[in-house]
């Protein structure tokens, strides 16, 4: 099976602007979760979806949001980017809903903005 | 907040040592998940144990949870500089088992 896949990889924004970043699962996998990744803050939970509803939330605030398709690929949107946006996002994956779901995670993308 | 401490935060050894990283939650955990992020790379799933008490091996590499399932610990005999990167635990809270809770990591570096 393929693994979980990102797109973009890389991207660069500038303040204000906003950004959608693709995530698409495993083939069968029906949760999706992102998480951001900075140096020294380990990985910081945004939210999860499962068939296509959201069902855990992080504490980030509202211009983050996410969405799941019915086949299970997800986005997430950040709006007005702020520079503390700057990070590595991560898509992970996994069969169902919590225990003892694995987590199956992306490359990642990395988003820069200046 | 943090509900899952993990200590040290960053440890160098030399090849040849020993190293052990411990997890440790404020609540109990219906389970616990260890991952190893290489440097430039993404956290890949190591194991998952699920048991009181439970202990996995996976060569150099032992996993334990413990008792009251509210610690682990990951311990790697003789490292080698492939051992190199960030070792993530990360549990789901017992009676409320949906969301993952994650440690901070701890970073292994490794002197040839």
């Known amino acids: 099976k393929a693994g979980v896949t990102q797109t973009p990889r890389y991207l660069i924004k500038t303040r204000g602007q906003q950004v959608t970043l693709s995530c698409s699962p495993i083939s069968g996998h029906r949760s999706v979760s992102w998480y951001q990744q900075t140096p020294g803050q380990g990985l910081q939970f945004l939210f999860e979806y499962f068939s296509e509803t959201q069902r855990n939330k992080g504490n980030f605030p509202g211009r983050f949001s996410g969405r799941q398709f019915s086949n299970s690929r997800s986005e997430m949107n950040v709006s007005t980017l702020e520079l503390g946006d700057s990070a590595l996002y991560l898509c992970?994956?996994?069969?169902?809903?919590?225990?003892?779901?694995?987590?199956?995670f992306g490359p990642g993308t990395r988003l820069t903005v200046l | 907040g943090q509900q899952v401490m993990q200590i040290p935060q960053y440890q160098h050894v030399q090849e040849g040592e020993d190293f052990t990283t411990y997890c440790n939650s404020s609540t109990t955990l219906s389970n616990i998940q260890w991952y190893k992020q290489r440097p430039g790379g993404h956290p890949v799933f190591l194991i998952q144990?699920?048991?009181s008490g439970e202990v996995k091996k996976q060569k150099r590499l032992t996993f334990q949870f413990g008792e009251a399932k509210k610690n682990s610990s990951l311990h790697i005999t003789a490292t080698q500089t492939t051992d190199v990167g960030t070792y993530f635990c990360a549990g789901h809270r017992a009676g409320n088992n949906r969301k993952l809770i994650w440690g901070l990591g701890t970073s292994l570096g490794v002197n040839p």
């Open positions: 144990l699920v048991k």
């Open positions: 992970a994956s996994s069969e169902g809903l919590g225990s003892p779901n694995e987590q199956f």
